[in-house]
């Protein structure tokens, strides 16, 4: 049981999903506190100030995108969107309007955990001297050194190109969380997501991947959700 009890802001207007990911929750030793509307969420974050979000889109008042940009102005808490919504445009929507994670309903309760347990450690990590340039960042075998721009594996340096290394890099700061096509592209190009450039990421990312030995369908340091985007597992 976690002693310090992370504090969990589940905002979810379907009576029985929320009653049944609260009692997921509060059995995993988390506290939550519940909410069913999108006012009311923004009263209770402010009241609160919660470790994490778990936020349904469909909220009866308006749209949950609402509270994720009233959230957003000024916090860096995680959020995970659980919703219905499947649609690829909507997943992209709203990791690239600063959502965590994305989670579909129906869903796994060890699956929720999972992702919880990881958007809270990614946090906690973001704040760590470690993760920044100047910085060391270390996942498993691997290892960025931003201050000489270079990345080892297993102590062995992986020769990656100037962008293969700034795809790294950034992916590294943003670790565990799903990083859309478009904000990997303006991050590092600086242009929009065309099929031109969308390709030349992939390219790049193709190149990265055989490079630090990620192979198709094993457990790999980079996920790619095709058409969304890419994130570093942690």
Not at 6 to 29: F, H, P, Q, S
Not at 33 to 46: D, Q, V
Request: proline share 3%; hydrophobic share 40%.
């Amino acid at each position: 049981m976690i002693q310090n009890k992370y504090k969990i802001l589940l905002v979810e207007d379907e009576d029985n999903i929320r009653n049944l990911v609260a009692t997921m929750l509060d059995t995993a030793g988390y506290q939550t506190i519940l909410a069913s509307s999108c006012s009311a969420a923004k009263t209770l974050f402010a009241s609160h100030i919660p470790d994490l979000i778990i936020l349904d889109l469909g909220l009866p008042d308006m749209d949950g995108v609402n509270l994720l940009d009233y959230v957003r102005k000024d916090s860096l808490t995680p959020v995970i969107v659980l919703s219905a919504r499947t649609n690829e445009t909507d997943k992209i929507t709203v990791l690239d309007r600063g959502a965590n994670d994305y989670v579909t309903k129906p869903f796994g309760s060890g699956e929720l955990l999972a992702r919880v347990r990881a958007a809270l450690r990614n946090h906690r990590f973001s704040a760590d001297e470690g993760r920044l340039p100047g910085g060391r960042f270390i996942l498993k075998d691997l290892e960025i050194d931003y201050d000489a721009r270079r990345i080892f594996l297993r102590g062995e340096e992986i020769r990656l190109t100037q962008t293969e290394y700034n795809i790294v890099a950034l992916l590294s700061e943003n670790c565990g969380k799903m990083m859309t096509y478009s904000a990997i592209i303006k991050a590092i190009w600086g242009g929009s997501a065309q099929e031109g450039s969308i390709k030349k990421l992939q390219v790049n990312m193709a190149n990265i991947r055989k490079k630090i030995g990620d192979k198709p369908g094993e457990q790999n340091y980079i996920a790619n959700e095709l058409g969304v985007g890419y994130r570093l597992n942690s």
